[in-house]
């Protein structure tokens, strides 16, 4: 079965970077659209970034220019580079294979001073 772990979440200050990791499992990982979404409290999930097979790419408008989604085929492997993070972006972040129902627990990303 299809298996998410999604790494890298910490406390950051405003302004600082960090890079998400999710290493997926149980699926033929290079044919997929791979995406990051993030659930912050109180509010819906919504999708950050989306990267397909042929390393296309899509950010929501929130996150363009400060995200960058990348994928390593030979690791089985979701990437997530954010700089410049603002308190707005706390929440959890989780990956998805598309066209999967299976979730990750997520990991959680602070933004504080």
């Known amino acids: 079965q299809v298996q998410l772990v999604e790494s890298g979440g910490d406390l950051v200050q405003p302004g600082g970077s960090l890079r998400l990791s999710c290493a997926a499992s149980?699926?033929?990982?290079?044919?997929?659209?791979m995406a990051w979404y993030r659930q912050a409290p109180g509010k819906q999930r919504e999708a950050v970034a989306v990267i397909t097979s042929g390393n296309s790419t899509t950010y929501a408008d929130s996150v363009k220019g400060r995200f960058t989604i990348s994928r390593d085929n030979d690791k089985n492997t979701v990437y997530l580079q954010m700089n410049s993070l603002k308190p707005e972006d706390t929440a959890v972040y989780y990956c998805?294979?598309?066209?999967?129902?299976?979730w990750g627990k997520g990991t959680l990303v602070t933004v504080s001073s």
């Open positions: 998805n294979a598309v066209g999967t129902t299976t």
């Open positions: 149980g699926i033929m990982f290079r044919v997929y659209m």
